[in-house]
């Protein structure tokens, strides 16, 4: 499943990419395009349940974007460096940055724990329970409705403390 992520994460990244280098491209010829130019390099890694569900994903995706409208993206795949103190800099890559009318839209995409607790309009749900078409507060506290879901992946997790030379934790 870790592999669908990775080349659905990948084609929608070169998508952006290049429609925003040249906004006349077409998005659904662009999009099954990079989808097969990307494919070459996951197709021994996925099974036709995957390449179907990746499909479906993209598919989906485009759908979302049709009745959302089109993301002014800034940029993909972004590295940044925070320097918290002389000795604690936090660094790392955000998936996409958008321009909204309120500022900013940043996307990080990650995965959560099936059992993780959802707010939705009618009550708690968990991650497992939720599916496409339900309604959901979003972080801004807005209602907001799922248009994508991902298959369950089985991960490692971590948690990591990171502790300064004077004690402090964050």
């Known amino acids: 499943h870790l592999d669908v992520g990775n080349y659905v994460h990948e084609v929608l990244e ?17 999009l099954k395009n990079l989808a097969k130019t990307t494919w070459d390099k996951y197709s021994a ?3 036709a349940e995957g390449q179907e569900k990746s ?7 485009l759908s979302h974007l049709g009745v959302e409208g089109w993301p002014s993206v800034l940029a993909t795949e972004d590295k940044f460096s925070i ?20 500022g900013y839209r940043i996307l990080d995409y ?9 707010p939705t309009l009618n009550g708690w749900s968990t991650m497992e329970k939720i599916k496409i ?8 506290g807005h209602p907001t409705r799922v248009v994508l879901k991902s298959g369950t992946h089985r991960s490692e997790e ?9 004690g402090i934790s964050y």
């Open 83 to 102: 320097e918290i103190n002389s000795d604690l800099t936090i660094r790392g890559v955000v998936d996409r940055i958008d321009s909204t009318a309120d």
């Open 14 to 30: 070169k998508f952006h990419k290049e429609l925003n280098a040249d906004a006349s491209q077409h998005p659904d010829s662009l």
């Open 55 to 61: 499909k479906n994903l993209l598919k989906a995706y």
């Open 133 to 140: 078409g339900d309604m959901l507060f979003g972080s801004d």
């Open 110 to 118: 990650k995965g959560i724990s099936i059992d993780t607790p959802i």
């Open 45 to 47: 890694k996925i099974s």
């Open 158 to 166: 971590y948690t990591s403390e990171l502790q300064s030379r004077f």
